[in-house]
């Protein structure tokens, strides 16, 4: 992880920089304030699209494939960390179980 200022991710990302202070500041990107810098880890950036709406209104969107490739790996979290509890904590075996079938019923296609 690599902490980039705000003028670094624009160009990178081909927006201006005033533009992603905005999103950092009104919490659609997640980034850190320091001093007066906004500072955004280098890793988001492939996940960052910059739409403009009317003008210069910006949004942050993820398109289709990023957002599954996010949810996959929050789901596939989610069930290691069930896997490591069960190992943890043999006694709430039969419950953790139950919440993995549910898990992989409802999220995993």
Not at 37 to 46: H, K, R
Not at 75 to 93: G, H, K, R, S, T
Request: glycine share 6%.
């Amino acid at each position: 992880m690599a902490l980039i200022t705000t003028t670094k991710a624009a160009q990178a990302l081909g927006c201006s920089p005033v533009t992603l202070r905005l999103m950092c500041r009104d919490g659609r990107i997640r980034a850190e304030k320091s001093g007066r810098d906004w500072l955004i880890d280098d890793a988001l950036l492939p996940t960052i699209v910059i739409t403009h709406r009317g003008g210069d209104r910006s949004s942050l969107a993820l398109n289709q494939s990023q957002q599954n490739s996010l949810y996959g790996v929050a789901i596939a979290d989610i069930l290691e960390v069930l896997a490591e509890c069960q190992q943890e904590l043999p006694a709430f075996n039969k419950e953790l179980q139950a919440l993995q079938r549910f898990v992989r019923e409802r999220f995993v296609k």
